[in-house]
């Protein structure tokens, strides 16, 4: 196996990639909020509606392929600061992966627990995320789906993160011909704040988004692209 040390994506970020579910990754259809301990709105982006993160702090350790079976677990201290308080635990935060990859399928599922407060708030209930997804590959076509659940998130919209619930799903296909390739991908997501500011509910998110791009390949290394994504 491999360990490693330092600047590494979490195992659950890991799994999430295996599962073959981002399309066109870092353009306006990328499924992802990117680096996020914020608990950000989905509302900021209408297709990247699931978690993902990037550890500063990394001590990961990933198994050996066994006939297409792969795992990744990983302890994360130090990373994050209390509200008036520091990090200093050898497990902060922690998470795990499992990953299958052979005869045109591909699956994953990841878990990561953060002891994050939220906003305004100590010793809040740890940030918990579970995702899991797959794709199929047949000829020239890929199709696949991915689902994510979170508890106790962070936001902007509470003054602490206990018992606020988020959940997303997509649903992604790819027909490749030649070096060309069109991608489709659908995402929905709900947050539920256990209450907002004002003291109601109101500040409930819902989001629907799609996204349509088309790519040429030069190269390994080089690629043109057009993408659209539309959300609300």
Known sequence: GTFLVGRHDTPAKMAFYASGNERLGDSVIDLNLGNNLNGTSAKNAPIGVFHEYRADNAIAYVTPNFSGFTAAVAIIPGEDSDVGGSRDGIADHYSVGAMYKGNGLKASVGYSSYDLDGPGATNADDWEVVNV????????????????????????????????????????????????????????????PDSCNNGSNSCDTELDGWGLAAEHNFSKRTKVYAAYASGE
Do not use: C, L, M
Request: net charge negative; glycine share 10%.
């Open 133 to 192: 997804g797959a794709s199929y590959t047949f000829n020239n076509f890929s199709i696949g789906a991915a689902y994510e659940d979170g508890s106790n998130i962070p936001s902007q919209y509470t003054t602490g993160n206990k018992d606020n619930d988020y959940w997303a799903a997509a649903a992604t296909g790819k027909y490749t011909f030649g070096n060309n390739a069109i991608s489709a991908v659908y995402t929905h997501s709900e947050r539920e």
